[in-house]
C-alpha cells in the first residue's frame, strides 16, 4: 500500500529555527518565527573588481566564462589609441597577460574559452578591416586562418576549432555597411555559411557553431536597436521570439535554449532571459547602463552566469550576473569613522575591528610631527597613550595585532632606528636598529620581526637593500634584498615575507619575496606603485592606494596576490598615498586610516570587506 509521501513526496521538518547549511530546494517550518521557509534560486548582478586598464577601453574583445574569462585589445579613448593589452579574470580579480599582436577595437564577438580562445577581424588603428585572426591558448597569441570578409561589431559564437562569425559591418574603413554573410571556422581555415536573413551588427552572439543565436542589433544605425532575434543550426537561419526590449551593443550569453541578453545602446540595464520559447525581463539589473559590454559566456552551458565587461565611455568596471541559490555580495570599501587627528605617513597595525594609528606626519605639505596614537573599534576611534618617538615615513613599518603592536624606524625629522612596542595600552621602547632608516617597510611578531629597505638621506636620494631580523632580544643584519627600494609595501612574516614595488632610482614594479634566509624575485607588478597599504600574507595579499605608475599619481587602485599572479581588486573610495593599514588584518578584511590627498592631510578611514556568500533563505507564501 502506498503512503502519502510517497506519492507526495518528503515531509517538511519542524525546526526551532533555520538548519545550518540549507540546499536549494529544501523546505522547513521555522516553529520560531512560525514560517514555512526554503531555498529560493535568483538571478542577480553583482559589481566585480575592475580592469587593470585605465581609463578602460571599449570594443574590447572577449571569450570565456564568467570564473575563467580573457579580454584583449580595445580602444582607449575616441577615436584613439587602439591597445593590445590582454588580461585574465579568474572569478575574483583581473592579471595581465601577453598582449594580442594587433591592436583593434570592435573584434567578432567572443569566442572559445579562456585557454583556447579566438580574435577574429575587428578594426585597426587606424585603418581597414581586418581579415587575420588569433589563437590564445591561455598564455600566448599565435597567428590563425584569415576570415574572407572583414568586418567589425560583428555577432561570434562557439569555439576556437568550431568558431563561428555572424554578420557585423564590412566595407570600407570602419564599416560602411552591414553583411549578411556568417563564415564558420574549424580550427584552421574559414569556409562560408549561411547568410543571416537580415544585415545585423552590433550583437554579441551567444551558443554553439551549429546551435547559435542572434538577439537584437542593428540593422540602419537607428539608436534603439531592433528586437528581432534568429537561430542557426549550422546551416540555415530561423525566426525566434523578439526582445521585449529592443536593443543594439547588447551582451550576449548562453545557448539556444538557455541564453541572457542585457545592456544596450541606450545604456540600459534592463537584463532580459530566454528560455527557447519565449524572452523575460528579469528583475536583475545592471548597477550601470552599459553598450559594448561584451560577454564572455558564449560557451557557457546556459544563462546561469555572465559578466560585463566595461562600459563606455571608457570604463574599467565589471558586473557579474548568477542565478544561483547563493547570495553574492560583492567587495567593496566603505567609509569608517574618522580618526581624531588627520596624519599622513603614520603607522598601522591591528585588524579591521581592532586597529591602532600611531604618530604620523599632521603636515602637508611640510613637517608636522606628532607622538599621538588612537584606537579603533570597528566604528570608531579613541585616544591611546602617546608613542615615545614621535615619527613619520613608517606607513609600512607597523606589525602585529592591537594588543601587542610594534613600530620600526622613521624620521623626525632625520632617520631613526628606533623600535618601539605596544601592549594595548602603553609604549616601552625597544633595543634600536643597526641601520637608522626612512621609508622602510617591517613585517611579523614582537618576537620575530623584519626590517627591510628604506633610505638614509633626508633627500631619499637613495633606496636600500639593507634587511634586519629581530629575535626577541635585539636586531640583527639579514640578507640583504636584490633590489634598493624604500617606500616599498611590505606583508606576510619573518620567514615568509614580501615587499612590493617602492622607489629606487625611480618608481619600481618588482615584487620580492624572504624565505627566512634570502630574498627572491617573484611576479612583478603591472605598474610601478609607492607609499601605499599593504596587508596579508605571502601568498594571500593586498595592497591599495599609493603611487601609481611613472606619472606617480595619487591612485585608488587595489590588487590582490596569491603567491603567484596580482589581479585587480574593487577600487577605494578616495585616492590617497601615506595611509596607516591595518596590517595585522587580511586580504578580504582590513582597513586604511589617514593619508594623503592632495594635501592637506586626512583623517578618513575607509574598510574594505572582500566578496562574500549567503545562502537564499526565503519566507515561502502559501495561497
Same mark, same amino acid.
Given at each position: 500500500?502506498?503512503?502519502?509521501?510517497?506519492?507526495?513526496?518528503?515531509?517538511?521538518?519542524?525546526?526551532?529555527?533555520?538548519?545550518?547549511?540549507?540546499?536549494?530546494?529544501?523546505?522547513?517550518?521555522?516553529?520560531?518565527?512560525?514560517?514555512?521557509?526554503?531555498?529560493?534560486?535568483?538571478?542577480?548582478?553583482?559589481?566585480?573588481?575592475?580592469?587593470?586598464?585605465?581609463?578602460?577601453?571599449?570594443?574590447?574583445?572577449?571569450?570565456?566564462? @564568467?570564473?575563467?574569462?580573457?579580454?584583449?585589445?580595445?580602444?582607449? %579613448?575616441?577615436?584613439?589609441?587602439?591597445?593590445? @593589452?590582454?588580461?585574465?579574470?579568474?572569478?575574483?580579480?583581473?592579471?595581465?597577460?601577453?598582449?594580442?599582436? =594587433?591592436?583593434?577595437?570592435?573584434?567578432?564577438?567572443?569566442?572559445?574559452?579562456?585557454?583556447?580562445?579566438? /580574435?577574429?577581424?575587428?578594426?585597426?588603428?587606424?585603418?581597414?578591416?581586418?581579415?587575420?585572426?588569433?589563437?590564445?591558448?591561455?598564455?600566448?597569441?599565435?597567428?590563425?586562418?584569415?576570415?574572407?570578409?572583414?568586418?567589425?561589431?560583428?555577432?561570434?559564437?562557439?569555439?576556437?576549432?568550431?568558431?563561428?562569425?555572424?554578420?557585423?559591418?564590412?566595407?570600407?574603413?570602419?564599416?560602411?555597411?552591414?553583411?549578411?554573410?556568417?563564415?564558420?571556422?574549424?580550427?584552421?581555415?574559414?569556409?562560408?555559411?549561411?547568410?543571416?536573413?537580415?544585415?545585423?551588427?552590433?550583437?554579441?552572439?551567444?551558443?554553439?557553431?551549429?546551435?547559435?543565436?542572434?538577439?537584437?542589433?542593428?540593422?540602419?544605425?537607428?539608436?534603439?536597436?531592433?528586437?528581432?532575434?534568429?537561430?542557426?543550426?549550422?546551416?540555415?537561419?530561423?525566426?525566434?521570439?523578439?526582445?521585449?526590449?529592443?536593443?543594439?551593443?547588447?551582451?550576449?550569453?548562453?545557448?539556444?535554449?538557455?541564453?541572457?541578453?542585457?545592456?544596450?545602446?541606450?545604456?540600459?540595464?534592463?537584463?532580459?532571459?530566454?528560455?527557447?520559447?519565449?524572452?523575460?525581463?528579469?528583475?536583475?539589473?545592471?548597477?550601470?547602463?552599459?553598450?559594448? /559590454?561584451?560577454?564572455?559566456?558564449?560557451? =557557457?552551458? %546556459?544563462?546561469?552566469?555572465?559578466? /560585463?565587461?566595461?562600459?563606455?565611455?571608457?570604463? @574599467?568596471?565589471?558586473?557579474?550576473?548568477?542565478?544561483?541559490? $547563493?547570495?553574492?555580495? /560583492?567587495?567593496?570599501?566603505?567609509?569608517?569613522?574618522?580618526?581624531?587627528?588627520?596624519?599622513?605617513?603614520?603607522?598601522?597595525?591591528?585588524?579591521?575591528?581592532?586597529?591602532?594609528?600611531?604618530?604620523?606626519?599632521?603636515?602637508?605639505?611640510?613637517?608636522?610631527?606628532?607622538?599621538?596614537?588612537?584606537?579603533?573599534?570597528?566604528?570608531?576611534?579613541?585616544?591611546?597613550?602617546?608613542?615615545?618617538?614621535?615619527?613619520?615615513?613608517?606607513?609600512?613599518?607597523?606589525?602585529?595585532?592591537?594588543?601587542?603592536?610594534?613600530?620600526?624606524?622613521?624620521?623626525?625629522?632625520?632617520?631613526?632606528? %628606533?623600535?618601539?612596542?605596544?601592549?594595548?595600552?602603553?609604549?616601552?621602547?625597544?633595543?634600536?636598529? %643597526?641601520?637608522?632608516?626612512?621609508?622602510?617597510?617591517?613585517?611579523? $611578531?614582537?618576537?620575530?620581526?623584519?626590517?627591510?629597505?628604506?633610505?638614509?638621506?633626508?633627500?631619499?636620494?637613495?633606496?636600500?637593500?639593507?634587511?634586519?631580523?629581530?629575535?626577541?632580544?635585539?636586531?640583527?643584519?639579514?640578507?640583504?634584498?636584490?633590489?634598493?627600494?624604500?617606500?616599498?609595501?611590505?606583508?606576510?612574516?619573518?620567514?615568509?615575507?614580501?615587499? =612590493?614595488?617602492?622607489?629606487?632610482?625611480?618608481?619600481?614594479?618588482?615584487?620580492?619575496?624572504?624565505?627566512?634566509?634570502?630574498?627572491?624575485?617573484?611576479?612583478?607588478?603591472?605598474?610601478?606603485?609607492?607609499?601605499?597599504?599593504?596587508?596579508?600574507?605571502?601568498?594571500?595579499?593586498?595592497?591599495?592606494?599609493?603611487?601609481?605608475?611613472?606619472?606617480?599619481?595619487?591612485?585608488?587602485?587595489?590588487?590582490?596576490?596569491?603567491?603567484?599572479?596580482?589581479?585587480?581588486?574593487?577600487?577605494?573610495?578616495? =585616492?590617497?598615498?601615506?595611509?596607516?593599514?591595518?596590517?595585522?588584518? $587580511?586580504?578580504?578584511?582590513?582597513?586604511?586610516?589617514?593619508?594623503?590627498?592632495?594635501?592637506?592631510?586626512?583623517?578618513?578611514?575607509?574598510?574594505?570587506?572582500?566578496?562574500?556568500?549567503?545562502?537564499?533563505?526565503?519566507?515561502?507564501?502559501?495561497?
Amino acid at each position: 500500500m502506498t503512503t502519502f509521501s510517497a506519492i507526495k513526496g518528503k515531509l517538511i521538518r519542524k525546526i526551532a529555527g533555520d538548519p545550518t547549511n540549507p540546499t536549494e530546494g529544501e523546505m522547513w517550518y521555522n516553529s520560531s518565527t512560525g514560517k514555512l521557509r526554503g531555498v529560493e534560486s535568483t538571478g542577480a548582478w553583482s559589481s566585480t573588481s575592475p580592469m587593470n586598464r585605465s581609463p578602460g577601453t571599449g570594443g574590447t574583445g572577449v571569450s570565456g566564462t @564568467s570564473t575563467a574569462t580573457v579580454a584583449y585589445g580595445g580602444q582607449a %579613448n575616441n577615436p584613439y589609441p587602439v591597445v593590445t @593589452s590582454t588580461e585574465e579574470f579568474d572569478g575574483t580579480g583581473w592579471s595581465t597577460s601577453t598582449a594580442v599582436p =594587433a591592436a583593434r577595437y570592435s573584434w567578432v564577438g567572443g569566442i572559445g574559452i579562456q585557454t583556447a580562445a579566438l /580574435a577574429v577581424s575587428g578594426i585597426t588603428a587606424p585603418g581597414p578591416l581586418a581579415t587575420d585572426s588569433y589563437e590564445y591558448n591561455g598564455s600566448s597569441w599565435t597567428a590563425g586562418g584569415s576570415i574572407s570578409t572583414g568586418r567589425c561589431d560583428a555577432g561570434g559564437a562557439g569555439t576556437q576549432t568550431a568558431g563561428l562569425a555572424m554578420g557585423g559591418r564590412s566595407g570600407a574603413s570602419g564599416g560602411s555597411s552591414n553583411t549578411t554573410a556568417v563564415e564558420e571556422y574549424n580550427g584552421a581555415s574559414w569556409t562560408a555559411g549561411g547568410a543571416m536573413p537580415a544585415a545585423t551588427d552590433q550583437f554579441t552572439g551567444a551558443g554553439l557553431q551549429t546551435a547559435a543565436i542572434q538577439a537584437g542589433g542593428d540593422l540602419t544605425n537607428a539608436p534603439a536597436g531592433i528586437n528581432t532575434c534568429s537561430e542557426y543550426d549550422g546551416s540555415n537561419w530561423t525566426s525566434l521570439p523578439n526582445l521585449n526590449t529592443a536593443g543594439r551593443s547588447t551582451g550576449n550569453s548562453g545557448i539556444t535554449t538557455s541564453a541572457l541578453c542585457y545592456g544596450g545602446q541606450s545604456r540600459t540595464t534592463a537584463t532580459e532571459s530566454f528560455d527557447g520559447t519565449s524572452w523575460t525581463t528579469s528583475p536583475a539589473t545592471l548597477a550601470t547602463g552599459r553598450s559594448d /559590454a561584451p560577454t564572455n559566456s558564449n560557451s =557557457a552551458p %546556459n544563462s546561469s552566469s555572465a559578466l /560585463a565587461v566595461g562600459a563606455p565611455p571608457y570604463s @574599467s568596471a565589471c558586473e557579474e550576473y548568477n542565478f544561483s541559490a $547563493t547570495v553574492i555580495t /560583492a567587495g567593496a570599501w566603505a567609509s569608517g569613522g574618522n580618526l581624531n587627528t588627520a596624519r599622513r605617513a603614520g603607522a598601522g597595525f591591528g585588524t579591521q575591528t581592532a586597529a591602532v594609528a600611531a604618530s604620523g606626519n599632521t603636515s602637508a605639505p611640510g613637517y608636522t610631527g606628532t607622538a599621538n596614537s588612537e584606537e579603533y573599534d570597528g566604528s570608531t576611534w579613541a585616544e591611546g597613550n602617546n608613542v615615545n618617538n614621535a615619527r613619520s615615513n613608517i606607513n609600512s613599518a607597523g606589525y602585529g595585532p592591537q594588543t601587542s603592536g610594534n613600530i620600526v624606524a622613521g624620521g623626525n625629522p632625520g632617520a631613526m632606528n %628606533n623600535y618601539e612596542t605596544y601592549d594595548g595600552t602603553d609604549w616601552s621602547n625597544g633595543p634600536t636598529l %643597526n641601520q637608522a632608516r626612512f621609508g622602510a617597510a617591517a613585517v611579523g $611578531t614582537s618576537t620575530a620581526g623584519l626590517c627591510f629597505g628604506g633610505y638614509y638621506d633626508p633627500g631619499g636620494t637613495n633606496g636600500s637593500t639593507n634587511s634586519e631580523e629581530y629575535g626577541g632580544s635585539s636586531w640583527a643584519a639579514g640578507n640583504a634584498m636584490n633590489n634598493a627600494r624604500y617606500d616599498g609595501m611590505g606583508f606576510g612574516t619573518q620567514t615568509a615575507g614580501a615587499v =612590493a614595488g617602492g622607489y629606487g632610482t625611480a618608481a619600481i614594479a618588482n615584487v620580492e619575496e624572504y624565505n627566512g634566509t634570502s630574498w627572491t624575485n617573484a611576479t612583478a607588478l603591472a605598474n610601478p606603485q609607492r607609499i601605499g597599504g599593504s596587508v596579508g600574507t605571502q601568498t594571500d595579499a593586498l595592497i591599495f592606494g599609493g603611487l601609481l605608475g611613472p606619472s606617480e599619481a595619487k591612485s585608488t587602485l587595489a590588487q590582490g596576490y596569491d603567491g603567484t599572479t596580482w589581479s585587480s581588486r574593487p577600487s577605494m573610495g578616495t =585616492a590617497r598615498i601615506q595611509i596607516s593599514p591595518a596590517s595585522a588584518g $587580511t586580504s578580504v578584511l582590513t582597513l586604511g586610516a589617514g593619508g594623503n590627498l592632495q594635501n592637506p592631510t586626512t583623517n578618513a578611514t575607509e574598510e574594505f570587506t572582500g566578496q562574500t556568500t549567503a545562502t537564499n533563505t526565503v519566507n515561502i507564501t502559501v495561497s
